[in-house]
C-alpha cells in the first residue's frame, strides 16, 4: 500500500482517511505512539513514503500507574497496546516496554476487579442500527485513554489475552 497520499505534510502526521467527494483528506489524525497506528507510521517510514521526523511527531502522554507511567492509547485498549507488538520489537526498558508491563498488569488487575477475564478491548457487541447493522465501539480501561469518556460495557479480548501467554 501506499501511504503518501495519506501523509498531512502540515501536522506530519497520517490523516484517518481521504475524503473521495472533495479530494481531501479527513481532519482527523492518527497521533498517539501508543496505537496500532505506529505499525503503518514505521512501514510507511522505512518505505519512504514518510520522513523519518515522522515518528517524533506521535504523542507520548503518559498517565500514572501505580509507581510508573504508561503512555496513553485512544481508548485504553488492549489491541491499540498490543496490536504492533506482535510483529514489531521494542527495546527492553523502553518506554514502549514499561507501558507494556504496566498496561497488561492493569488489564489484569481491573478484570480481578470485576470477576471477569481481563483483555478489554474494541469490538462490535449486541446492538444495532436502523439496517441492523452491528454497532463497533473501543471498550478500555478506564484511564489509559485519551478519548475520555463513560465506559458502557466491557468486551473481552481472547486474542490479547491469549498472545500474553494466558488461557
Known sequence: MDFAFLFDETRKLFSIGYRVADGSLDPSCYDLLASEARLASFIAIAKGEAPPSHWFHLGRALTPVGRGSALISWSGSMFEYLMPALVMRSPERSLLNQTYELVVRRQI?????RG???????????????????????????????????????????VCHRACGHD
Open 109 to 113: 488487575d481491573y478484570g480481578e476487579e
Open 116 to 158: 471477569t477475564p481481563w483483555g478489554v478491548s474494541e469490538s462490535a457487541y449486541n446492538a444495532r442500527d436502523v439496517n441492523l447493522n452491528y454497532q463497533y465501539s473501543s471498550f478500555g480501561v478506564p484511564g489509559f485513554g485519551a478519548q475520555a469518556r463513560p465506559q458502557r460495557g466491557y468486551c473481552h479480548c481472547a
